[in-house]
């Protein structure tokens, strides 16, 4: 089926550090999402985007995190600082329509912060 | 906000046997569920889902149930293979909003 691609798979920085996790979404998809998988295993939710805008946040979004897609290219993930915290499996995903519609899944980057 | 929840955390079956997970959640506005397969060290899979005008659904051996009423799902495997062994996950989306809150995960263990 379609496949999500997320670059890198393992990314390992020093805390305080910036990261940017990049996520290449399926190609006619609209909908791009940001989870955070903990511990191996709980998926919490990040972040939605849509037409160039943050739809919906979490209050794990904290501050120092933002999202974008310039011109149709990677649907990023920055971290700007990175605390010890940050570190857990980041998902990209994606969908042609809104909520109610499967979601896309890439395999994931590993974020260390240390 | 919605909450899902998934009971049993964790399940391990011999190859062969059925296995049953629960999923309930709190935000009557949830109109969509799927769920998804998450093998080890691997990405989430969409496997089946059932929108909230329906009661049941089935695919091969993936039974899912739904009681709008109680607000609870719950999901059948039947004939259970190794290649089963996987985290589940449950989710829930609303009519009015695009966030799709995911369960707290199933982790299934089946021994040949």
């Known amino acids: 089926g379609p496949k999500v691609l997320q670059i890198p798979s393992h990314q390992i920085i020093d805390m305080g550090q910036m990261v940017t996790l990049n996520c290449d979404p399926v190609s006619n998809h609209l909908y791009f999402y940001w989870y955070k998988q903990i511990l191996g295993q709980q998926m919490e939710f990040l972040v939605n985007f849509y037409n160039g805008k943050v739809m919906e946040k979490s209050k794990l979004f904290k501050d120092q995190f933002s999202v974008e897609r310039p011109d149709g290219s990677y649907f990023t993930l920055k971290i700007q600082p990175t605390a010890l915290e940050d570190s857990a499996v980041y998902f990209c995903?994606?969908?042609?329509?809104?909520?109610?519609?499967?979601?896309?899944f890439g395999a994931g980057t590993r974020l260390s912060v240390l | 906000g919605e909450q899902v929840e998934q009971l049993p955390s964790s399940l391990i079956v011999q190859e062969g046997a059925s296995v049953l997970i629960n999923c309930s959640y709190t935000?009557?506005?949830?109109?969509?569920f799927p769920w998804y397969k998450q093998e080890p060290g691997k990405r989430l899979q969409f496997i089946i889902d059932i929108r909230s005008n329906m009661e049941r659904k089935q695919n091969q051996r993936l039974t899912l149930l739904f009681d709008k009423k109680t607000k609870h799902l719950s999901l059948h495997i039947t004939a259970t293979q190794p290649g089963d062994s996987a985290i589940y996950f449950c989710?829930?989306?609303?009519?009015?909003?695009?966030?799709?809150?995911f369960g707290t995960g199933t982790r299934l263990q089946v021994s040949p």
């Open positions: 989710s829930a989306s609303s009519s009015n909003t695009d966030k799709v809150v």
């Open positions: 995903a994606s969908s042609l329509r809104a909520g109610q519609n499967t979601l896309y």
């Open positions: 935000d009557s506005a949830s109109v969509y």
